[in-house]
């Protein structure tokens, strides 16, 4: 089982929708939940970094956390087509002092006027 | 404020020659960790730096294996390359080990 399993989509929305990302992790000890965004041929950029359980909001992001299922969310309300772009969510896993971040596949997202 | 940067933009090699590929870290940053993303997948963690030492590491061969300098830059280098070995690779930098890593814009690395 892979420790963070994430739909690759494509997710093809029009402009203004609301749009729903998901992830799943296996390890119920990870605390540290984190969503980046990568356009085509960049790096990722971290849009939200949540600790535990609970919502973030940023804007019009929103990151959810439900450790009782395991199971993370990024809502993007009222979607631009800039917001096209693949979506990553990330387990930021610390051990001795140390960090390293486990990634999801990837969903890709086109917004369209 | 330079952010990450990375060196080369494309790269392309064949099977079995060796590679290296170098990354800058963003000011202030000390800490340097090294991805690879295979075409439609997510990154997976390489290796990290810190203190001019390898601290943790991946799932990778030795074929891969890196070095930092006293100025924080980093090299990766890949031996006798495989088709498999072809990828987006990401450096990241971060302030401290275990702080936020801001990502660069990647190497590009096609094996034929």
């Known amino acids: 089982q892979k420790e963070v399993e994430q739909d690759p989509g494509p997710l093809s929305v029009p402009e203004g929708a609301i749009v729903s990302l998901n992830c799943t992790y296996s390890?119920?000890?990870?605390?540290?939940f984190m969503w980046y965004r990568q356009y085509s041929r960049k790096g990722p950029e971290l849009l939200m970094y949540?600790?535990?359980?609970g919502n973030k909001e940023d804007g019009r992001f929103t990151a959810q956390v439900d450790k009782s299922s395991k199971y993370i969310s990024l809502f993007i309300r009222d979607s631009q087509p800039s917001d096209s772009a693949t979506y990553l969510c990330a387990i930021d896993m610390f051990s001795g002092g140390y960090n390293k971040l486990i990634f999801g596949a990837g969903t890709r997202l086109a917004v369209h006027p | 404020d330079a952010g990450v940067t990375q060196s080369p933009t494309h790269l392309i090699k064949t099977r079995g020659q060796q590679v290296t590929l170098r990354c800058s870290p963003k000011s202030g940053h000390d800490t340097v960790s090294w991805y690879q993303q295979a075409l439609g997948q997510g990154p997976q963690f390489i290796f990290q730096?810190?203190?001019?030492?390898?601290?943790q590491r991946g799932n990778f061969p030795d074929r891969f294996s890196g070095h930092q300098f006293p100025n924080y830059s980093s090299e990766l280098n890949v031996n006798a390359l495989l088709l498999g070995d072809s990828a987006l690779y990401l450096c990241?930098?971060?302030?401290?080990?275990?702080?936020?890593?801001?990502f660069g814009p990647g190497t590009r690395l096609t094996v034929l």
């Open positions: 390890n119920s000890a990870f605390q540290y």
């Open positions: 730096y810190y203190e001019e030492e390898e601290r």
């Open positions: 990241a930098s971060s302030p401290k080990p275990y702080n936020e890593q801001f």
């Open positions: 949540t600790y535990s359980s």
